[in-house]
């Protein structure tokens, strides 16, 4: 089996569990750093290794603009082009072609787009976001998907949870025909994983998981969240749809969130996270404590001697102070990207790890609960 439910948390739906990829166990629940363009920005693979980074990002749609997965493929793939020996995950590239907006447009086919660096005319269909992904040699795929919009029409949302369940049913087809020649793969034990779809209506979330389920897939992504919509709002269609999904596959909530959206999604049975965030606000100056963010810019750390946080034990926290990460920040200097970095995702990495703790010993209700009395709910959206 590729993914093992270890241990389950008796007060909610959190869960441990071990995801087998061909470049090693990931324990989950995880926190996967975004590494869009192949590379985590401002952090070597060094850094990554040192805070116990297993499972990283990687990105369908920029990848294949540029450097192009042909080139990949001739390198081996994207851990022998990134020098990154653990696992990665890549994104089908489907929510990048939904930022375009108007530069691209949706047909049964796929997706035919501008790209948005020179751009020329791209079409990007489930078979072609398979083939990029299998050059890539990611342990772990996406299928290709349409991510609705929030707010949209019930028939806006129902006509592309259609197409996105048809393109699904695509996706696999091509994967499964390709395994039938592991010759040509960069990396033969690729997993593939669905993506749940069908917007804020209920119904139509459980329609897509029916669909999912019936293909057959090594995981599932719960996509279309986050993306406008209230924080309430997402948590609740998130509370319906998890119980509907296999519990013996992976849950992966796309592109979400906050420490606290974490917490409460693996509260909520999710098993795997990724987001922008600690690595954005890393380098826009704001950095993460379990009390809520810190704007190092402020003038109130001008003079502060402390860490980052007291009891932190990454890099940065172990060797410098809040006055001299103010300064480097103030000064613009690359270095405050990198030590910046290596906090938060430290921070978030760490807190996956305190979560993991907590089922163990059963005491994660105990551990959820401390967690929001500490941490500002304002932090959270």
Same mark, same amino acid.
């Given at each position: ?5 270890l241990?389950?948390d008796?007060?909610s ?6 995801l087998?990829?061909?470049?090693g166990?990931v ?8 590494g869009t363009q @192949? ?5 070597l ?9 297993r499972?990283?990002?990687g ?6 603009l ?8 001739t390198?081996g ?8 020996d653990?696992a990665?995950l890549?994104?089908?590239g489907?929510?990048?072609v ?7 447009t ?6 035919t ?8 005319l791209?079409?990007l269909?489930?078979e ?7 050059c ?14 929030y707010?949209a029409?019930?028939?806006?949302v ?26 040509e793969?960069?990396?033969? @034990?690729q ?18 998981v029916?669909? *999912?389920?019936?293909?057959g ?7 279309g969240?986050?993306?406008?919509e209230?924080?309430?709002l997402?948590?609740?269609? *998130?509370?319906q749809?998890t119980?509907l999904l296999?519990e013996?596959?992976p849950?992966?909530l796309?592109?979400v ?19 922008v965030?600690?690595?954005r606000n ?5 950095l993460?404590t379990?009390t809520?963010k810190?704007?190092i ?9 402390r860490?980052v ?6 890099y940065?926290?172990?060797n410098?102070?809040?006055a001299y990460l ?6 613009k200097?690359i ?5 910046n970095?290596v906090?938060?995702l ?5 807190l ?7 089922i163990v010993t ?5 551990f ?13 959206n």
């Amino acid at each position: 089996m590729s993914f093992q439910v270890l241990q389950k948390d008796t007060g909610s739906r959190a869960r441990l569990g071990k995801l087998t990829t061909p470049h090693g166990d990931v324990p989950t629940p995880i926190f996967m750093p975004v590494g869009t363009q @192949g590379t985590v920005k401002a952090m070597l693979p060094t850094m990554l290794r040192e805070i116990d980074a297993r499972i990283i990002l990687g990105n369908t749609y920029h990848l294949y603009l540029r450097p192009g997965h042909e080139l990949l493929k001739t390198f081996g793939g994207l851990h022998r082009f990134m020098a990154w020996d653990r696992a990665i995950l890549t994104d089908s590239g489907g929510f990048q072609v939904y930022s375009l907006g108007d530069l691209r447009t949706i047909s049964e086919e796929g997706v035919t787009f501008r790209s948005h660096l020179d751009g020329s005319l791209h079409t990007l269909s489930p078979e072609k976001s398979i083939e990029v992904q299998q050059c890539l040699g990611a342990d772990v795929m996406m299928c290709f998907d349409e991510c609705a919009p929030y707010p949209a029409s019930r028939e806006y949302v129902s006509r592309s949870m259609k197409m996105s369940m048809f393109w699904a049913g695509r996706c696999q087809a091509f994967h499964a025909e390709a395994q039938q020649r592991p010759e040509e793969l960069v990396n033969p @034990g690729q997993l593939l994983f669905g993506i749940v779809q069908g917007g804020m209506y209920q119904d139509l979330r459980a329609e897509s998981v029916a669909q *999912l389920v019936e293909i057959g897939f090594d995981g599932y992504g719960i996509g279309g969240l986050s993306v406008g919509e209230p924080k309430s709002l997402m948590f609740e269609v *998130l509370e319906q749809t998890t119980p509907l999904l296999p519990e013996d596959a992976p849950r992966y909530l796309m592109g979400v969130g906050t420490p606290l959206d974490l917490v409460r999604g693996v509260a909520l049975g999710v098993d795997m996270f990724d987001c922008v965030m600690p690595t954005r606000n890393a380098r826009n100056g704001s950095l993460f404590t379990k009390t809520g963010k810190i704007v190092i810019k402020q003038a109130q750390y001008r003079e502060d001697l402390r860490p980052v946080e007291e009891d932190c034990t990454c890099y940065t926290c172990r060797n410098f102070s809040r006055a001299y990460l103010r300064h480097l920040f103030m000064s613009k200097e690359i270095l405050s990207s990198v030590l910046n970095t290596v906090h938060n995702l430290h921070f978030y990495l760490d807190l996956m790890t305190r979560i993991r703790k907590a089922i163990v010993t059963s005491s994660f209700d105990e551990f959820k609960a401390q967690f929001e009395n500490g941490y500002p709910e304002k932090d959270s959206n």
